[in-house]
C-alpha cells in the first residue's frame, strides 16, 4: 500500500491556484468571442451630458466643449470629418477619451454667433462600431441659436466628378451693400461646410437671410482663396434662407434582406438643398521658370509652371541665335523644345544664353525677368564617339559572321554538286570536252571548279556602317475607320517634304490605282503630317514612300517603305444619331468610353450630333458648351468673374451593337447635374453608409429561429 505524504508545500497550493485562475480567465475570453455567446451590442452610444448644454445661448467664454456618451466611443479621422463653424483659424484639438469627447477651442468666439461643431457620421461606439448619427453640437454666444440649412453638392465642373473634402462656405448678403467680387480673396468664410464622398454638404446654424456660396480646396487652412493654384468654384446665385414641414420615410430593418415596415418621421425640411458649385483650377497659376535640360547635343528644352501667350527672346552669348533654332512649343508655351540647326552652333560643349521671359512677380502680376543659362549636353561627343565605336565593332562582328555564313552555303553547295573524279558531264548528258576535244574530268587543272583559299577575318574588308535612316511612327496604318486619317509623327523637325516620293493607291479588283490625297503638317504640331483622303469603308489602299521622301533638318533621309490600309466592312459598325432638345448649336457632343475617355467628338449642327462608324461596345455621352468657339473645354477665372464652360452628360449608357442605327433624343438640363453622370464611370465611389448592424437577427435567421 503506497502511503500519501501527510503535508504539501504552500507552493504547491498556490500554483494549483494559479493554474485554476489562467483557466477560468481563457474559457472567460473563448465564451466572449464565442457565437454561441450573448446578444450582440446593436445599441448606438448616446449623449449623457455635454458642458455647455446643447444649445445654450450667452455662452462667450467657451474654451472647452465636452461631450459624454453611456459607453466608450471613438472619433474616425476627426482632422477631416468633423467641421466647426464659424471656421476657426487657430486649429482646435479634438479628442476622444474613453466615454467623452473633447474640443479645446483656441480662437476668440464672436459675439451674436451660433457655434456648431457637425460631427456627421463619424461618432461610433468602441466594441461595434454602431455610429450615434448624424450628430452636430450646438451652442450660441448670442441671445438665440440659428437653425436654418442650406445644402448641395461640389461637382468638378470638367467631367461632373463629385469632390470629396471640399469646403463650402458662405458669406451673409447685407442688403444695403453689394458683396464686393474681392471677399473671397480677402475675407475668411463666416460659415462652412465639408464635402462627403458624394460631393454633399450641409452648412448649419444659419441664421435667416441671403448669402453667397463658394467652394475652396484650402492649402494653407486660411479659408481664403489666396493661391492659384487651390480649386475653387462661386456662383451669382443669391440663396435665401427657408423651411417648412416634411415627412420622411425610413425602413425599419429585419435583417441585411428583409425589412419589417416603413416609417414616417416628420422633420423640419430646410431650403435650398439644390446647390450645385463647379469646381476648377484656374488655368491662371504663377508663372515660373522650372527647368532646362539639353538631352542630345542638338536640342535643348524650357518647361515653365504655366503658360504664356509670348514665347521667350533667346540671345546666344557664344554663339548667334538669329534663326539658329526650329521651335516646337506646347499649345501654351509652358514646354519649348529648341531644335539647334548649325552643327558649328550644338557642337559647343557649353551653350550661354540669355532669357528674357514673362515671369509672376510678388505682387502676382507678369512681368519681364532676365536669366542666364549654360546648357551643357547630358549625351556628351565622346560618350557619343564611344557608342559610335560601339556600334561600328557591332557593325563588324555582324558582317563577318554574315559573309562567312554565306561562304560555307557556298561550299556546301560545291561540295553538294560535285562528281566523282572522271568524265565531266554537261546537264543535256554529252561530255564535256577541252580544247584538243579530249574528255574533260573533274580533277584535271583546267576545272572549272577551283577550289579557293579560305581567307582568314583579317583578309576581310569592312564596309561603312549602312546609312542610319530617320525614323518616325505612322499611327492608323494597319486598320482603321473611314472617318480617321492617318498621322506621320516624326522624332526631328522636316526640313523637306518630296510629294512626288510618296504613292497612295486604292485597290480596284486585284489592281492598285492612284487615288487623290493631301500630306499637310498638323497646326501647331511640326513634327507631325497627316495624310488625308476619301476613305470608304470595306475597301484596301496602299502607302508606297520612296527613299528620301522626307529629309530632316540635320539631312537625314527616310527609307523606302510600303503600307497596305484595310478598311472595315460597313456591317461592322454601328451609327448613333443624338437629336438635341433646345438651343445647343454652339455645344461639342462627346462621345465615351466606359473609362470616361472620349472617343469621337462632334460639334452640334442644327440640333444634331451624328456619330458614324462606331466600333460596337458601350458608350456614354458628355456635352459642353464651346461659349469661345475654340473646340476645346476652358477653365474659368475668378479674377474675371468667368465660369467654366458648362457641362452635361447623358444619365444612362448606350449599347451599340454591329449594324444598329439609334436615335436617341436628349435634354441636357433635364436633370440636376448631381443626377447626371452615370454611376458606371464615376470614379468618386460613395463611401458605404454607417449604420447599426442587425448582427443579432442575422445570427436568428441563420440558425433557422
Known sequence: MRSVPKHRHPLLYFFYALCIVHCAFFLACARMGSPDGGPYDETPPKVIHTSPKFGAVNEKNVKKVTIEFDE????????????????????????????????????????????????????????????????????????SVDTFQMSGHVLNAEDLEPIKGMLVGLYKLDPLQTLPDSIFRTKPFERISRTDSRGHFVVKGLSPGQYRAFALKDLNQNYIYDQRAEMIAFSDRVLATSSRPDIRPDTVWHDSIHYDSIVYTPYTHYYPDDIILTAFESGLQDRHLLKSERPILQKFSLYFTAGSDTLPRLTGLNFDATDAFVIDASQ???????????????????????????????????????????LVSKLTKERMARERQEQMEEWAKEYKQQLKAERRAVQRA??????????????DGQQVRDEDGQPQTDDKPNSKKKKKKKKDDDDIEIPPL???????????????????????????????????KIHFSVKVDTLFQPAKFLFRQVPGKIKTYRLYAEWEADSTYQIEIDTAAFVNIYGKRSEATKRTIRMRTLDSYSTLFVALQGDWNDAIVELLSGSDKAVKSLKVKNGHADFYFITPSTYYLRLFRDLNGNGVWDTGDYDQQLQPEPVYYYPDALTLKAQWEITQDWNPTALPLAKQKPQKITKQKPDKERTVKNRNAERALKNGK
Not at 468633423?82 to 480662437?107: C, K, M, Y
Open 72 to 143: 466608450i466611443v471613438k472619433i474616425d479621422n476627426p482632422s477631416e470629418r468633423v467641421v466647426i463653424s464659424p471656421p476657426q483659424i487657430q486649429q482646435p484639438e479634438i479628442e476622444a477619451d474613453g466615454r467623452r469627447i473633447t474640443i479645446a477651442l483656441f480662437d476668440t468666439l464672436k459675439p451674436g454667433m451660433t457655434y456648431t461643431i457637425d460631427f456627421a457620421d463619424a461618432i461610433v461606439d468602441n466594441n461595434e462600431g454602431n455610429p450615434y448619427g448624424d450628430y452636430a453640437f450646438t451652442f450660441s454666444t448670442g441671445e
Open 332 to 374: 501654351h508655351n509652358d514646354s519649348i523644345d529648341y531644335w539647334v540647326k548649325d552643327s558649328l552652333v550644338y557642337n559647343l560643349d557649353t551653350l550661354c544664353i540669355q532669357l528674357d521671359f514673362f515671369e509672376t512677380d510678388t505682387t502676382g502680376n507678369l512681368a519681364i525677368t532676365t536669366d542666364t543659362l549654360r
Open 414 to 427: 560545291e561540295k553538294e554538286g560535285t562528281e566523282e573524279p572522271g568524265d565531266a558531264v554537261m546537264a
Open 466 to 500: 549602312p546609312e542610319e535612316f530617320l525614323t518616325y511612327k505612322i499611327n492608323n496604318a494597319q486598320s482603321m475607320d473611314p472617318d480617321k486619317n492617318i498621322d506621320f509623327i516624326f522624332e526631328e523637325p522636316l526640313e523637306t517634304v518630296d510629294l512626288s
